[in-house]
């Protein structure tokens, strides 16, 4: 059902009786894509909100009110616009909400990178928004009611369209406390079975619309289903169509539910590349529904050019960016790149261990590649690097961790990141046949934990539980099995996420926050930037305080397996 707008129907009509047709439109994990520019790689990009912008003024000429758009979460984190607007100018009413105004969105969730950005960020943005902000599922802790308005009510052509928004409540498996204080995230199917029984005793709507920032995958994380969707269209009858995110898979599918109903999932994945377009027949005869149709499709808006209104309306907020990411901070000596971080000691992994480690003074430290294939080329370093260098908003914090976690989580890591070896001829990474989502990885590679301040090898023809073997600290102290030691951190892996400390080094959840002696104030990227404006010029080098054995095994597989995921041979070492 993945299909390009061809063509248009009759506009609504506007009677109480009749056919109304409705246009429901989605937007959902735009992660700062709101121009058609990449302000990282600051090159040009396809979609953004600016090509919805066009698509929707094309729909509205059609369909006139009987367009509903909607904005699924995920939209004030990824690109450095967000940032910008999110913690620089921070008295300019936000970006975001002015440009979703100037769109005229109807209503919109919270995802779970706008929780990331904390309550001083996304409750102004709430706020300056003209439409309800739905979170029927975040509950204040003080009151016990949902901290957000639960519902929408929009009445189109004599419709009566209700809009129940929810967002993934696995988030304290990724974000630190702090950012969502005072509030808890209720289970979705609980949630939407308790609301919908309300709407339809109370407003009686025509259709009912979920607005959920969750995938339809119906997965657990810490006992806690992050992707729910799917368990609600099936399970809580009355939906007519359930508009999903998170996830960023592409979907336009129809399911029958429990009563026997069909309802329509569909989600647009991410970056304003496509947008769900639905349409909505309803037929009324004295004012009563006799007749309902629905039918959805995936529209790839980066075939339309960037609405030039839009573009002159914020063409301020352009320039302020290009300024803010074109600002030089230093120089680098040599190119660096994740690609080598999953071979071996890295220069810019180690960057960041060492970053983390003078931040803290700890013991130890913990980092992943958070971006697949990020570069940073020689030569002077500008603003919009930092946000290669280090992807996310993620905390710092300082653990405390036995000898045997350290151990514990590092072979889990490498166990999600390596084959075990029988032969010469293996893979040295673990991969997948083909690409299911984090290129031939079987696992993303942001889980992929390596370690500083301790020297150790990875022996990758034994199994999960017998890879790691710990020689000894860096600076030549015994490492101890029984003792405890500070580690590094960033805050999605000390909150459990990737259970890399949970599964892997066997710390409940519940001791976790006990576990954390010291968290930064600011992001990671933040401690970055003022690093190299200090220093001005970065020489990083490997650490090469671990390596995987046998070498006659691996050094020739990693060549092979360099090559399967970046499609280029690696250089002989």
């Known amino acids: 059902m993945l299909v390009l707008a061809l063509g248009v129907t009759s506009p609504a009509y506007a009677s109480q009786d009749g056919e109304v047709t409705l246009k429901l439109i989605e937007t959902s994990d735009v992660h700062g894509c709101y121009f058609s520019y990449d302000f990282i790689s600051m090159k040009p990009r396809k979609g953004g909100l600016a090509c919805v912008s066009s698509f929707v003024k094309e729909q509205r000429k059609h369909y006139g009110d009987g367009v509903v758009l909607m904005d699924n979460g995920d939209i004030l984190q990824g690109q450095p616009i967000a940032y910008y607007y999110n913690y620089i100018d921070t008295t300019s009413v936000h970006v975001t909400s002015a440009m979703l105004n100037y769109m005229k969105y109807d209503v919109g969730t919270m995802g779970n990178h706008d929780v990331e950005t904390g309550h001083a960020v996304y409750d102004r943005w709430v706020k300056q928004c003209a439409f309800p902000v739905l979170g029927a599922n975040i509950v204040d802790n003080k009151t016990g009611e949902p901290y957000l308005t639960p519902y929408k009510i929009i009445e189109r052509e004599g419709v009566k369209i209700a809009v129940l928004g929810m967002i993934t409540p ?169 690609k080598d971080a999953y071979f071996g000691p890295s220069a810019f992994i180690d960057l960041l261990h060492q970053l983390q480690l003078d931040i803290t003074g700890a013991d130890i430290s913990f980092c992943a590649p958070l971006s697949f294939s990020a570069e940073i080329k020689k030569g002077d370093i500008y603003m919009s690097d930092m946000f290669n260098l280090y992807k996310y908003e993620n905390l710092l914090y300082t653990m405390k961790l036995t000898g045997k976690e350290i151990k514990d989580f590092l072979e889990m890591s490498y166990a999600l990141w390596t084959n075990q070896m029988k032969s010469p001829d293996d893979h040295l990474m673990l991969f997948n046949e083909e690409d299911k989502g984090f290129g031939r990885f079987k696992n993303p590679s942001f889980n992929f934990d390596s370690a500083a301040g301790i020297i150790y090898t990875v022996d990758v023809t034994k199994p999960q539980g017998e890879k790691i073997k710990i020689e000894r600290m860096a600076n030549g102290e015994p490492f101890d099995m029984n003792k405890t030691y500070q580690v590094a ?85």
Not at 253 to 263: Q, R
Request: hydrophobic content about 40%; some cysteine; aromatic content about 8%.
């Open 170 to 338: 696995a988030i304290p498996s990724w974000l630190p406390e702090q950012l969502w204080n005072g509030l808890h995230f209720e289970d979705m199917e609980d949630c939407a079975r308790k609301w919908v029984k309300i709407i339809k005793e109370k407003e009686n709507p025509d259709v009912l619309v979920g607005l959920f920032h969750a995938g339809p995958e119906g997965n657990k994380l810490d006992n806690v289903v992050e992707n729910g969707s799917g368990d609600v269209a099936k399970n809580v009858p009355g939906f007519d169509v359930v508009f999903m995110g998170h996830d960023h898979v592409r979907r336009c599918e129809k399911i029958v539910n429990v009563a026997g109903d069909s309802v329509l999932l569909i989600d647009p994945a991410n970056a304003a590349k496509y947008v769900s377009d639905v349409t909505v027949k309803v037929t009324k005869a004295g004012g009563k529904l006799v007749r309902k149709s629905v039918e959805g499709a995936l529209v790839d808006v980066s075939r339309y050019a960037a609405d030039e209104d839009f573009m002159q309306e914020f063409a301020g907020q352009y320039q302020a960016t290009i300024d803010f990411v074109s600002r030089k901070i230093g120089r680098i000596e040599e190119t660096i790149t994740t």
């Open 489 to 573: 951190v960033n805050s999605y892996r000390g909150n459990g996420g990737g259970d890399l400390l949970t599964k892997g080094a066997g710390i409940p959840k519940t001791e976790l926050a006990k576990r954390i002696v010291y968290s930064t104030d600011k992001d990671l990227r933040f401690y970055l930037m003022k690093r190299i404006e200090e220093v001005k010029v970065l020489d990083p080098k490997p650490l090469n305080q671990w390596k995987f054995i046998p070498g006659d095994w691996t050094v020739p597989a990693s060549k092979r397996d360099y090559d399967i995921l970046f499609g280029e041979k690696k250089a002989v070492e």
